[in-house]
């Protein structure tokens, strides 16, 4: 006999004073069973006493930076279902059961709330930008993607949070998600939630170019780790592309005249053919250590019951 799913509704929160209590209702209201989590991240207002006030479990990480948060609450939370949503009322609480319900009767590991904004005041239009951007870079560099990959409001299976190392440290955490659950080829899905404007009193932590560089910056360091012979193999065959439009000049020279008058060029040609050679072979061979550290990941999430079997 299937037993009730145990639901915890996880909050990452820094100075939302004046979300979290509506937050927190909201949930309470829309998934009645489930635990609701408050994880604090050195907030300097009110959050932890409101939030405690609120009913919420209120615990603290303090390392400062969401990725951090993430890793507290996966290693923490013992659930078969996890819901995540920021603590600052951005999120649609009442979308929450159905995603739930999708990623139990289709046996998910994720579910991503697809932010729809009708408020013009709720998402930046850098922010949009920027998003079809990195989704569009996601989805050229791993094959396919999300429609929104920054969404922070997403359903998880247990399989799912104890198979997921975390490594980032702040808002880079969506997609490193997001590449997780593509490179192990989980099953996942997508849901259209509402998204709401900020209200009064709460302000967005995100630096659209400090973290930007960030999340680039993880998309490629994900990229060289997960697909290490394309990555290095890039960079060999740059390498041998200069390498050949260097040498060409010296070549036809050397068929004209038996010499080789400039050397330091010769040097360098023979040097980059070298490093391509050297590139090509890193490759391959992080590309074993990759499938090892892949399959590991992949064991530790088929030791965890499928979700809806519990």
């Not at 590139?279 to 088929?302: H, M, P, Q, S």
Request: aromatic share 10%.
């Amino acid at each position: 006999m299937t037993q009730q799913p145990r639901i915890a509704v996880l909050l990452p929160c820094y100075n939302e004073e004046a979300a979290i209590a509506q937050t927190v209702a909201g949930f309470q209201a829309a998934v009645p069973s489930a635990t609701v989590y408050v994880y604090d991240n050195n907030s300097r207002d009110r959050t932890l006493e409101v939030a405690r006030a609120a009913g919420a479990v209120v615990r603290t990480e303090r390392q400062q930076g969401k990725g951090h948060v993430v890793r507290r609450m996966f290693a923490d939370i013992d659930a078969d279902v996890y819901i995540m949503a920021d603590g600052d009322l951005t999120y649609d609480p009442v979308a929450a059961p159905a995603m739930v319900d999708a990623l139990l009767a289709d046996q998910l590991d994720m579910v991503v709330g697809t932010r729809q904004h009708e408020v013009k005041g709720a998402y930046r239009g850098g922010h949009v930008l920027g998003n079809k951007l990195f989704t569009g870079l996601l989805a050229g560099l791993f094959g396919r993607s999300f429609s929104d990959i920054f969404s922070g409001y997403r359903v998880f299976s247990r399989r799912f949070v104890k198979s997921f190392p975390v490594l980032s440290s702040g808002f880079e955490i969506e997609t490193e998600m997001s590449v997780h659950a593509l490179e192990l080829r989980m099953p996942v899905g997508e849901q259209v939630t509402t998204y709401f404007a900020r209200p009064e009193g709460s302000a967005s932590k995100l630096s659209t170019f400090r973290d930007g560089w960030r999340i680039l910056s993880t998309i490629v360091t994900l990229y060289r780790i997960e697909r290490p012979v394309l990555f290095f193999g890039t960079v060999g065959g740059l390498l041998v592309l200069a390498a050949l439009l260097l040498s060409t000049p010296l070549v036809l020279t050397y068929i004209d005249t038996g010499l080789v008058p400039r050397v330091p060029t010769a040097i360098l040609v023979t040097g980059m053919g070298i490093v391509a050679t050297l590139c090509f072979f890193a490759g391959l061979i992080l590309d074993t250590v990759t499938r090892g550290r892949r399959e590991v990941r992949r064991l530790a999430y088929l030791a965890q019951p499928a979700p809806g079997t519990v």
